[in-house]
């Protein structure tokens, strides 16, 4: 065909890309678009949004990085088409003033992007415009990995065997796309990056947090990761100490290759690499039941735990959010979140089994904070953590499993290296009393500067009486 487009979403790279391959394959000019789409942004609701900062500053160096590979595959240059608006109504509209004959891009599973795409292909096919997607953002989607039985599976650990079984090197193949990269095509003049504010958002602390950005963080941070993944599985439960990738904002929006990074875990292989390659089969796995059962977006993957009947709490609620329960590894946790936009995954569990099994509070409403707050917010892997810490999902452990904070604490902060961080005000409480504070006499509080209840609060719950009302609210469902 004369020309195509490629429509970029979460996958804001110019390497190993299904779409962009398969457009420069197909086409003998091939443009390139990011929509900084209304029906998503307009529904944020902070103007200071992570998020948009940094697929801001992924854009900026995705069209650097499209016009460098054109020109130096002998092209005349490339680079990104920007628009802001509803992507449902500027795709078909940016396809025909090309005039291309087809619109390729990589799939997106969760239910209001695949409602979108219908009515992009259904727009474009009402105007002679082909559209094509492709599988980008995990190994194995939707029935590539089923049961014996043709079904999809519902456990984890049986995904991940067969998801083991079933792959090889076909799958985790990079796309060669430079080989055909002089198929680029320039911009349009005016079809430029606009400035953060002209979308109508404020810089964050996104630069101060010095996170590595776009494509060339994401090849830094890998790098980095390269060199301690065997240390990996002994690693990663401990907050303060740097044993995770941090690559999940970069999975999130594509700034690194999943298959890239699939691939070295599973060559590598030793037991830090093998750890690693089972938390990208988690990926895989929540994707591929969000796929299948998208009704978990606002239910229980299990339907019986619909009937819970959770607290209507707001004031512990609101504690919960602002890091003040009184839990310091909870509040540590929580405040990182607001802090920073990211939280370690072991505190990711601590926290939300807190706000389900010690404060009988919903888990959609755990659900929904951290969706405004994380900046690798993804749709499948929180809902699915979220059910997993409710016991309401995809999890072969029963329902009684409940976290104590104060022993995950000891056990994975041992001398409160994050608490301290993170909860300045107890900066100066011996190790024996970081876990719990309200343990401490007058004069061990006097001696800590930290008065309980007036410089940092006392519990707003007690768990063993907590966890007592759970296993009765959870009892009146399973009996």
């Known amino acids: 065909m004369p020309s195509a487009l490629v429509w970029f979403r979460r996958d804001l790279r110019c390497h190993d890309h299904a779409a962009l391959y398969h457009a420069l394959r197909s086409a003998g000019r091939v443009f390139c678009v990011f929509v900084f789409d209304t029906e998503i942004l307009d529904a944020l609701p ?164 010095r996170l590595p950005l776009g494509m060339s963080g994401g090849r830094r941070l890998f790098g980095e990761f390269c060199e301690r993944i065997d240390r990996y599985r002994d690693a990663r439960d401990f907050p303060a100490v740097k044993g995770v990738s941090y690559l999940s904002p970069h999975l999130r929006f594509g700034t690194v290759s999943i298959r890239e990074l699939a691939a070295y875990a599973w060559h590598r292989g030793g037991a830090g690499a093998e750890t ?32 819970i009947r959770w607290d209507d709490a707001p004031e512990l609620l609101a504690a919960w959010c602002e890091g003040r329960t009184g839990y310091p590894i909870v509040d540590a946790a929580m405040r ?78 041992a001398q409160g290296r994050f608490i301290r961080r993170y909860l300045p005000e107890l900066e100066r409480v011996p190790d024996k009393f970081i876990h719990a504070p309200w343990k401490m006499g007058g004069i061990d509080q006097q001696a800590a500067r930290v008065g309980i209840g007036r410089d940092y609060p006392a519990p707003v719950v007690d768990h063993a009486a907590a966890r007592e009302r759970t296993l009765a609210r959870f009892a009146v469902v399973k009996g």
Not at 115 to 133: F, N, Q, S, W
Request: aromatic share 12%; with cysteine; hydrophobic share 45%.
């Open 336 to 413: 990182q979140l607001e802090q920073t936009g990211y939280m370690h995954n072991r505190l990711r569990m601590i926290v939300a089994s807190f706000l389900t099994k010690d404060l009988g509070i919903d888990w959609r409403l755990g659900e929904r904070h951290f969706a405004a707050k994380l900046l690798d917010y993804d749709l499948a892997a929180n809902n699915g953590g979220w059910q997993w810490a409710a016991s309401s999902g995809c999890d072969a452990q029963p329902w009684f499993r409940i976290f104590n904070p104060v022993t995950q604490s000891e056990k994975f902060d």
């Open 276 to 307: 690693w390659l089972s938390e990208l089969v988690w990926r895989d796995f929540y994707h591929m039941i969000l796929w299948h059962h998208p009704r978990v977006v606002g239910a229980s993957f299990r339907p019986e735990y619909d009937r």
């Open 46 to 209: 902070d103007r200071r949004d992570r998020r948009v900062e940094f697929i801001h500053a992924a854009v900026t160096e995705l069209d650097r990085g499209l016009d460098a590979l054109a020109r130096e595959a002998g092209g005349v240059g490339g680079g990104l088409i920007v628009r802001h608006g509803r992507a449902d109504e500027l795709i078909p509209q940016l396809a025909r003033e090309l005039g291309v004959a087809k619109v390729f891009t990589n799939r997106d599973y969760d239910p209001a992007a695949l409602a979108r795409d219908r009515r992009v292909a259904e727009r474009l096919a009402a105007d002679g415009i082909g559209y094509a997607d492709f599988k980008d953002q995990v190994i194995f989607e939707c029935d590539e990995v089923l049961t014996q039985a043709g079904q999809p599976f519902s456990v984890f650990t049986p995904y991940k065997n067969a998801w083991l079984r079933k792959l090889d090197n076909f799958y985790l193949q990079a796309y060669p796309v430079a080989k055909y990269a002089a198929r680029l095509a320039p911009p349009p003049v005016g079809a430029g990056l606009p400035a953060l504010v002209t979308l109508g958002f404020e810089s964050t602390n996104l630069s101060a947090l």
